[in-house]
């Protein structure tokens, strides 16, 4: 369809709908509107609201596609945008379109002449994934955490009904620690104390694990555990697992409790066990080569078919 380049970075629903009366000297007013045609593609800048409002606004003025091009001082290179996914914000997904994201320079060119009033016709053309989706996710160690274990418990259901049309990858987030961290650190958010497989630690999470009695290294014993449990029974098994534990004991749970959601989920606690026991290590520092630099300590990250998510992190 025809693009159009919406003024107001396309959040405001007047200036996406309403007939466009533009200054061309000399006092006179023209009605882009005449011009207007039937599905066209709207350009707007990044920025001022989300990008599912963007494309809801862009849907209600009967656009059939939406670009999004990048913040004017933007300094992301291509494949940092190329990275990045547009993400819903929680709301209504009916009565969006779909959703594109270009980098500031990649689209320099489309809007000097959307900017100068030519005519720019696109093509576009999408379809349903090929394949698997993969899904990988970033979960902080920490017990506190109340939204990595709503993110699972609410993926739970999902994954299972979706069975192997999702790739799912679960990263914990391990840290190796500097030389100069104290003993008593080091004993507290590490595995067997072993400063290269560390707990990263937000900055409540000292009271927080006083107040539970759980320590960084008896969660990255469960991390260890969940690892264990996937490689040795697949993830039917590790979901139905993930979804008792978050429901009765919490996400990164005691010993104990692990023992009575794996023996609800059919699996052998004393054969994950000896596994972790075992791998740990090599489990952990995969998931410390894993690290992502976004999402923050504490944060939870998600990358999907390879893209950066930067929305919202709830199941839907």
């Known amino acids: 369809g025809a693009m159009r ?19 061309m000297g000399d006092g006179l007013l023209v009605d882009w509107s005449r011009w207007r045609e039937e599905d066209e593609v709207h350009v707007v800048r990044r920025g001022r609201c989300s990008f599912a409002q963007k494309s809801r606004i862009a849907h209600i003025a009967g656009a059939s596609a939406l670009l999004i ?41 489309l809007v000097r002449a959307l900017s100068s009033g030519s005519r720019v016709v696109a093509e576009l053309s999408w379809g349903a ?30 994954a299972l009904a979706l069975g192997d049309a ?3 990858r679960l990263h914990y987030r391990v840290v190796a620690l500097p030389d100069s961290t104290p003993a008593v650190d080091v004993r507290r958010r590490c ?29 990255l014993a469960e991390a260890a555990r969940q690892h264990c449990l996937r490689a040795l029974h697949g993830s039917a098994i590790w979901w139905r ?24 989920a059919g699996a052998s606690s004393a054969v994950v066990e000896a ?12 998931d410390r080569e894993a690290a992502v630099p976004w999402g923050g300590a504490g944060g939870i990250a998600v990358r999907i078919n390879g893209w950066r998510y930067s929305g919202p992190t709830d199941a839907s």
């Open 5 to 23: 380049w919406v003024a107001g970075d396309g959040c405001d629903q007047l200036a996406a709908a309403s007939p466009a009366l533009e200054p």
């Open 69 to 109: 091009v990048d913040f004017e001082d933007s300094q992301a290179s291509a494949d940092d945008v190329c990275a990045m996914l547009p993400a819903g914000d929680g709301g209504e997904e009916a009565g969006m379109v779909p959703s594109v994201l270009l980098g500031k320079a990649e689209a320099a060119a």
């Open 129 to 158: 994934a090929q394949g698997p989706v993969s899904l990988d996710v970033w979960l902080p160690l920490s017990r506190r955490s109340l939204v990595a274990e709503d993110l699972l418990r609410g993926l739970a259901p999902l």
């Open 166 to 168: 999702l790739e799912f």
């Open 191 to 219: 595995w067997k104390s072993l400063r290269q497989l560390c707990a990263e630690e937000e900055e409540a999470e000292p009271r927080a694990l006083a107040e539970t009695g759980r320590s960084g290294g008896q969660m």
């Open 241 to 264: 697992y993930i979804a008792g534990l978050v429901d009765d004991c919490a996400a990164l749970a005691s010993l104990a409790c692990s023992r009575r959601s794996m023996a609800a």
């Open 275 to 286: 596994c972790a026991e075992q791998r740990a290590a090599s489990f952990l520092e995969d």
